[in-house]
């Protein structure tokens, strides 16, 4: 996506980057069920994952591509650390960089319907059962079965999880880290990204106070 952003101006893009670790347990989990029919363990879908078997190419490309475009003006790097940290400011700064205007009671709903809560709650609108429904045939399930599959789980909501990664899994993710941006762009870990993120974009909103004065 990111090579042809030089080509879509009036387009805006927000870059969701969580965790090394977050980034396996989210695809294992909302998608365990498919990963089951190609792979034996987290360990294997681990390394599929991160030798680019997805359509969409390998993920440290993808996100070193959005790293090159970070500052520029119609992108927005957003970590979920920060959403879980400050939601209404992180629901204020996207509504700024998407030109939407809010006032404190619709920031108020926006803030209840991302909570997890809601999205526990209202688990069908945030599952895959529309993906599922065109596999589940082939993965050797009934046609009629009626399977939730959702991204909203019962421990989740929460920062943290990395002892759910076997210890092979964490060294291949620190290995990746080390070779992608740790290497190219100088960043030791995820934490360090995170802050070099928070105070670009610090002095980007600073310098847009003043320009509005």
């Known amino acids: 996506m990111w090579q042809g952003i030089r080509s879509m101006p009036s387009f805006r893009f927000i870059i969701f980057c969580p ?52 500052n520029d003006p119609n992108v927005l790097w957003i970590c979920y650390e920060d959403l879980k940290e400050d939601l209404v400011g992180s629901i204020k700064r996207i509504a700024s960089f998407m030109d939407v205007p809010m006032d404190e009671e619709l920031i108020s709903i926006v ?43 019962k421990d989740g909501g929460k920062v943290g999880g990395r002892k759910m990664i076997p210890e092979a899994v964490s060294q291949l993710l620190e290995e990746r880290w080390e070779a992608s941006f740790g290497r190219q762009e100088k960043l030791a870990s995820y934490d360090a990204m995170r802050e070099a993120i928070r105070k670009e974009q610090q002095k980007r909103e600073a310098f847009m106070v003043i320009s509005e004065d």
């Open 111 to 153: 803030a209840k319907n991302s909570s997890f809560e809601f999205m526990s709650t209202h688990g069908s609108q945030f599952d895959d059962h529309f993906l599922r429904d065109k596999v589940k045939v082939r993965m050797g399930l009934d046609e009629e079965s009626n399977v939730i599959v959702g991204k909203v789980r």
């Open 19 to 70: 965790r090394t670790w977050a980034l396996l347990l989210m695809p294992s989990r909302f998608t365990q069920w498919l990963a089951r029919m190609f792979f034996r363990g987290r360990a294997e879908f681990s390394d599929a994952i991160f030798a680019g078997v997805s359509i969409s190419g390998g993920i440290w490309g993808h996100f070193l591509g959005w790293w090159e475009h970070r």
